[in-house]
């Protein structure tokens, strides 16, 4: 991708939306792809292309883009 966000002086993702549609889920066990309803943490794709965590507002959290 050549659409990768800014990223701040000390090597931080600027970005804080994430990607629609690639919001998931996670508790534990559940990475195999079950559906669990019960409360987990969230994460989300960034257009860097790292996969954090979101927060209670579903931004993402303060994450470093990839290296290349
Ligand atoms: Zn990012």
Redesign the pocket.
Same mark, same amino acid.
């Given at each position: 991708m050549s659409d990768k +966000?800014a990223i701040t002086a000390d090597g931080y =993702?600027?970005?804080t939306k994430p990607i629609p549609s690639t919001t998931r889920q996670i508790n534990g066990h559940a990475l195999g792809g079950k559906l669990v309803k019960m409360h987990g943490r969230r994460y989300a794709h =960034? /257009?860097?292309?790292?996969r +954090?965590s979101l927060t209670d507002r579903g931004n993402?959290h303060r994450?470093? /883009?990839p290296k290349e």
């Open positions: +966000p =993702c600027t970005n =960034c /257009p860097c292309g790292r +954090p993402l994450h470093k /883009p």
